[in-house]
């Protein structure tokens, strides 16, 4: 009972701080401290490190917590027999930033601060945009100098692979620079008022993936990579562990369930659209025929075709991605043994389980996401289709695959390259990276992990593609 007294006078402290020196003020009385704090040149921003979880380094909790801007650490409290007043005392670091309220503090002496030195720190805890920001994004290619001295283009940022998230970074840094969709994080007014169910954590995905995206496009980083920890923890979380910082996923399987997960925490349903669906859904109508078994007599499949349940079935479906079919590996080799294929691939036919499915388009989302199917599953083993994609990064015309009806109400059907999700080496070994657009500059950059560099479009061709994201040409 009394550790749960201690916690809650620790999340009034503030509060009560507040109070205090409305009464001060109100009697014409302000700590004089506060705006000449003598220790703010002890502070160390080149330690300071905001994209891990806010707990406390000592009993772990989440409550109250503040941290130490000399060495960095998180410390839970500010009283007398808190930990952060503790190692104030026991290291002489006197300068304290809470995480939650964004407000400085003095300990031991337990006074406010007060200084606009300070805002270049709290705005990298918590970066903000303004419309008009948000509206430049994608009309200039200015390169911003971080606190650590590295240059870097907003967007353009490497994500810190903790052990095996590389799976994950790729997706979220693709997802991140589709323009609408950033946009609407970039503003957390569009979703904080949200309201989800008691006990619903899955809206804890919005949040975080919102702060990711802020961080990656804050042009006043104190470095110039950005951890996905946080986002991390909750996509461990909200997917029950199906998706893990320390085990290699599939980026297909992770986008696939991180797209269905959002739109379902930011109120979408079926029928209620989220900007999620906005940006990448789109519509299809699907065409399925049974087929007779190949060994029957002629005369026997010639009867089963006359059947009902032969006949062609049409049905309509949405969908947030189209997966393409790759054909056998290799296609044909060159004078160097190496597999080619010299032409792009779009949905047509499929052949399944004697079931002939084919597929029209009927409605064409702004941001259209292609999934190469390079990997085959059973019960032994996953086996890796290597082949290579010649595919055009620009005027991709799905004109001809849209029914007659969406081909008249269509009007825009070219779609150009903004991020290509790139698989290396073996199914379960391998690694990933990914080629993203910079709309400002024009130039393609690859990211993998940390490291960022710039590429030639035509680079982008010879690696064995597996996600990629095109945008509607207006």
């Known amino acids: 009972m009394i550790a749960g007294v201690k916690r809650e006078r620790d999340v009034d402290e503030d509060e009560e701080e507040e109070v205090r020196v409305k009464i001060g003020r109100s009697h014409g009385f302000e700590d004089k401290r506060s705006r000449h704090c003598p220790y703010l040149d002890t502070i160390n921003r080149s330690v300071l490190d905001f994209d891990f979880e806010k707990l406390c380094s000592i009993s772990l909790s989440h409550i109250n917590v503040y941290a130490c801007l000399i060495c960095g650490k998180y410390f839970q409290g500010r009283g007398q027999k808190s930990h952060a007043y503790i190692h104030s005392v026991q290291f002489t670091h006197h300068v304290f930033l809470n995480l939650h309220t964004l407000k400085f503090y003095c300990l031991p002496d337990n006074y406010k601060i007060i200084d606009s030195s300070l805002e270049d720190i709290t705005y990298v805890l918590k970066p903000t945009f303004t419309k008009q920001h948000i509206a430049g994004l994608d009309k200039h290619g200015k390169l911003y100098r971080a606190y650590d001295g590295t240059t870097y283009l907003p967007g353009i940022v490497g994500l810190n692979n903790i052990k095996a998230n590389d799976y994950a970074n790729v997706v979220l840094q693709a997802l991140s620079n589709v323009p609408p969709l950033r946009n609407y994080f970039l503003e957390e007014d569009n979703y904080c008022r949200i309201r989800r169910p008691p006990g619903d954590i899955m809206f804890l995905l919005v949040q ?109 479906s949405t969908f947030l991605y189209l997966t393409l079919d790759l054909p056998t590996a290799p296609l044909y080799k060159d004078e160097k043994d190496n597999e080619k294929v010299i032409y792009f691939l779009y949905p047509l036919n499929i052949l399944n389980e004697n079931f002939l499915k084919r597929f029209q388009l009927t409605k064409l989302p702004p941001y259209l996401v292609f999934c190469i199917k390079r990997f085959t599953k059973n019960n032994f083993f996953v086996e890796k289709n290597p082949t290579i994609v010649n595919f055009p990064i620009t005027n991709v015309d799905l004109r001809e695959y849209l029914t007659e009806e969406a081909q008249v109400t269509e009007k825009i059907t070219t779609y150009d390259l903004v991020a290509n999700i790139v698989h290396d080496g073996k199914p379960t070994e391998g690694s990933y990276r990914i080629h993203v657009l910079h709309h400002g500059t024009g130039k393609w950059y690859e990211l993998q992990d940390l490291q960022v560099i710039d590429i030639l479009p035509q680079m982008i061709t010879l690696s064995e593609a597996y996600i990629q994201k095109p945008d509607l040409v207006c």
């Open 208 to 316: 975080r993936f919102g702060e990711l995206m802020r961080k990656l496009w804050n042009p006043r980083n104190f470095k110039a990579h950005v951890s996905p920890h946080e986002m991390l923890q909750a996509v461990v979380l909200c997917s029950k562990k199906t998706f893990q910082i320390t085990k290699q996923g599939d980026a297909v399987d992770f986008l696939s369930w991180f797209l269905n997960a959002l739109h379902g925490a930011l109120g979408g349903t079926k029928k209620k659209t989220s900007i999620i669906t906005k940006v990448f859904q789109g519509s299809m109508r699907i065409f399925s025929k049974k087929l007779p078994h190949p060994d029957l007599p002629a005369e026997e499949k010639e009867a089963l075709l006359l059947k009902d349940e032969y006949q062609e079935k049409m049905s309509e």
